[in-house]
């Protein structure tokens, strides 16, 4: 316990020596909310990896990868490919130079000035400050799952601890702060997880015979009665894909993998990363440098989080996610049970810089929502942005902890933290994405296809996630009060429906409404301009 304090006051120390070294350089809202514009390539690269990767990744899709396999592999591709590659090359380069001639400092604000339309920026804003705390939620319980399930206290004093240091924290410093402690963080993220990944593979006996291990155990006494609920829906072994067309394969496919592969491209605390370097040379030299943090980082936590099964089912007769009492425990479980305690000791600063780096990018994004986007550009009060900002970091911090400890009471076999993080992933691409891609390449896509594509976006999202996909619906509970069962369609011959998430439905609607807009639009605007020329 001694080293654990001491470590932990060490890194509590040079975070804040960072937060305060981003605090003596924050001079005006530019420095504060897009750190000067002058980050090295480096330190934004770690910054965005570290913020995209979370305790969700590590705890909650780990635990994921524990109960459902190495299918989510998958993920680990289009993280580096769509969200470091597409991102960087095809997003990022025009993010920068639109929003550095806009003047914009959010994603809300860049869309709003392209399109000329204050309700863009404020519906936005709101928006993602009312729904972001789902995701934020996500991640305040996989830290503090970890944190009770290590030391043995309980949930809501952990939760209660950790609320009020990040509190602290992420309200000091502005975005300059939290991307000198994001690198940092991101350091140690890289090293610990390495050797979690060295540690579990050489306790097995090398790459080869673990996954060999690992495959074996599905004839493995016992095990078959232990799968058969997982096997009912899909299951066919932690190193195989779930069967096609199954409630399983569509939970992998679409809700943790599309969900979060393609959700990571309007994901505006990651987009404002992009306007925070001086130039595209510095996007460039980063593609490298997030693509080889993002390997590590989410492929060691679905390969340990698979491989989990093999140590729990030799010491206990039992898979991971039975030996370990939950989803979300496995992996605190594993680390706790399995590795050595100075390592343990050491994963609580790789778990807090994990959470810290990508909480501290939520709230500050949350913030900047309610008081630039909200409050000053949509409602109009001037001058406030640094102290609405806070205000809104604030509120956002407390809600979210309010979401993490009412998550906790729920089923503890369900992915909860999963599940949150590629919620809110979808409903964010559904809603922004197209509008977003059309700011960026398409002079010609207009206001109405804009509005048209968020709004339907939005809507088409957070009524599949409220009443149709019947994993979200179920726990939100909202449908179940409503109308008495888990989805509207449960019972019906549209049931399979429930198995589908939001964003197969919702970002296809979405860029259905916005592509119409625009046709009608522009055949508006062509009979007018044929009219004038007749006229003439």
Same mark, same amino acid.
Request: hydrophobic share 50%; net charge positive; aromatic share 12%.
């Given at each position: ?15 804040? %020596? /960072? #937060? ?6 924050? @001079? ?35 635990? #994921?990868?524990?109960?459902?396999? $190495?299918?989510?592999? =998958? ?35 860049? /869309? ?6 204050? &309700? ?58 939290? $991307?000198?402690?994001?690198?940092? @963080? ?6 610990? $997880? ?41 299951? @066919? ?12 394969? =569509?939970?992998?496919?679409?809700? %943790?993998? !599309? ?15 992009? $306007? ?24 060691? #936590? ?26 979300? +425990? ?31 990018? /939520? ?10 986007? &909200? ?30 400890? +009412?998550?906790?009471? /729920? ?39 804009? %509005? ?11 009524? =599949? ?33 429930? !198995? ?6 919702? %970002? ?9 807009? =625009?046709?009608?639009?522009? !055949?508006? @605007? ?11």
């Amino acid at each position: 316990m001694t080293t654990t304090i001491l470590i932990t006051l060490i890194y509590a120390l040079i975070l804040g %020596l /960072l #937060a305060y070294r981003g605090y003596k350089k924050t @001079q005006n809202e530019s420095d504060y909310l897009l750190a000067g514009r002058e980050m090295h390539p480096i330190v934004m690269a770690l910054s965005y990896g570290a913020t995209f990767i979370s305790t969700s990744a590590i705890v909650g899709f780990g635990g #994921a990868a524990g109960q459902f396999g $190495m299918s989510l592999i =998958w993920l680990t591709f289009l993280n580096i490919f769509v969200g470091v590659f597409i991102a960087f090359v095809a997003f990022g380069k025009r993010t920068r130079k639109i929003g550095h001639e806009l003047g914009a400092h959010t994603l809300p604000e860049l /869309l709003s000035l392209r399109y000329n339309s204050k &309700f863009i920026q404020g519906f936005a804003g709101l928006l993602i400050f009312l729904t972001m705390p789902i995701y934020a939620s996500a991640i305040l319980k996989g830290s503090v799952d970890f944190i009770s399930k290590y030391y043995g206290i309980g949930f809501g004093v952990a939760l209660i601890i950790f609320t009020v240091l990040i509190a602290i924290y992420v309200t000091f410093g502005g975005l300059k702060g939290i $991307m000198f402690a994001d690198a940092f @963080q991101g350091g140690i993220m890289f090293l610990g $997880m390495m050797f979690l990944l060295v540690f579990t593979y050489s306790m097995l006996g090398g790459v080869s015979e673990a996954h060999i291990q690992l495959t074996d155990l599905m004839n493995s006494p016992g095990v078959a009665e232990q799968t058969e609920k997982l096997a009912s829906i899909g299951f @066919q072994g932690w190193t195989s894909m779930p069967k096609f067309d199954t409630p399983l394969w =569509w939970i992998v496919i679409s809700t %943790l993998v !599309m969900g979060v592969g393609i959700g990571v491209l309007a994901q505006p605390q990651l987009a404002v990363k992009y $306007m925070t370097v001086k130039s595209d040379k510095e996007l460039n030299r980063a593609v490298l440098s997030g693509g080889v943090f993002l390997f590590m980082m989410t492929g060691t #936590a679905f390969i340990v989080g698979s491989l989990t099964n093999v140590f729990f089912y030799k010491d206990t007769g039992t898979i991971a996610v039975i030996a370990a009492g939950g989803n979300d +425990l496995i992996i605190p479980a594993y680390i706790k049970t399995y590795l050595p305690r100075l390592f343990g000791d050491v994963f609580i600063i790789i778990l807090l810089a994990a959470s810290l780096s990508t909480l501290s990018a /939520l709230f500050h994004t949350m913030g900047t929502a309610f008081g630039r986007d &909200f409050i000053e550009k949509s409602i109009g009060v001037k001058g406030k942005t640094i102290k609405s900002a806070k205000i809104g970091m604030i509120i956002s911090i407390a809600l979210s902890a309010v979401l993490a400890f +009412l998550s906790s009471q /729920l089923d503890v076999s369900m992915a909860i933290i999963a599940q949150g993080t590629s919620l809110f992933f979808g409903l964010c691409a559904a809603t922004f994405l197209p509008s977003y891609i059309g700011a960026l390449y398409f002079k010609s896509f207009p206001k109405i296809g804009a %509005l048209s594509s968020i709004l339907t976006g939005a809507f088409t999202s957070l009524f =599949w996630i409220f009443f149709v996909n019947q994993k979200q619906a179920s726990s939100l509970q909202l449908c179940n009060l409503l109308f008495g069962k888990p989805s509207i369609v449960s019972g019906t011959n549209l049931a399979k429906l429930a !198995m589908i998430d939001s964003i197969l439905i919702a %970002l296809p609607a979405s860029i259905l409404a916005g592509v119409t807009a =625009w046709a009608v639009y522009s !055949m508006k @605007q062509s009979n007018a301009h044929k009219g004038l020329e007749k006229a003439a």
